[in-house]
């Protein structure tokens, strides 16, 4: 059983910063590529950063300039750095990673509960 679980989210003014954690737990083998989607009401889910084990990044146009991504991969976290928040990033933010259970195993997408996050203007 693998588990996802973030932190971090909360209510921040336009302007200011937050830092989103997620840790991953549980049989875990190997991670490939990790990161950060988001959700706001009435709209889809949408990418707003991955990284990959070797620390490449992609970023949401959104995103860029204003979040960055890291992780750690001997703990099995990824964080999100967020800065200058705008009202426009308020969504419920989602933690995902592509987890091998074990040796032969395929690759498979797991995804954390999400955290709210609200900017208020």
């Known amino acids: 059983q693998v588990q996802l679980v973030e932190s971090g989210g909360g209510l921040v003014q336009a302007g200011g910063s937050l830092r989103l954690s997620c840790a991953a737990s549980?049989?875990?083998?190997?991670?490939?590529?990790m990161g950060w989607y988001r959700q706001a009401p009435g709209k889809q889910r949408e990418l707003v950063a991955t990284?990959?084990?070797?620390?490449?990044?992609n970023y949401a146009d959104s995103a860029k300039g204003r979040f960055t991504i890291s992780r750690d991969n001997a703990k099995n976290t990824v964080n999100l750095q967020m800065n200058s928040l705008k009202p426009e990033d308020t969504a419920v933010y989602y933690c995902?990673?592509?987890?091998?259970?074990?040796?032969?195993?395929?690759?498979?997408?797991?995804w954390g509960q999400g955290t709210q996050v609200t900017v208020s203007s």
């Open positions: 995902s990673a592509d987890i091998r259970r074990s040796w032969g195993r395929p690759l498979n997408a797991y």
């Open positions: 549980g049989s875990i083998f190997s991670i490939r590529d």
């Open positions: 990284i990959t084990t070797a620390g490449s990044t």
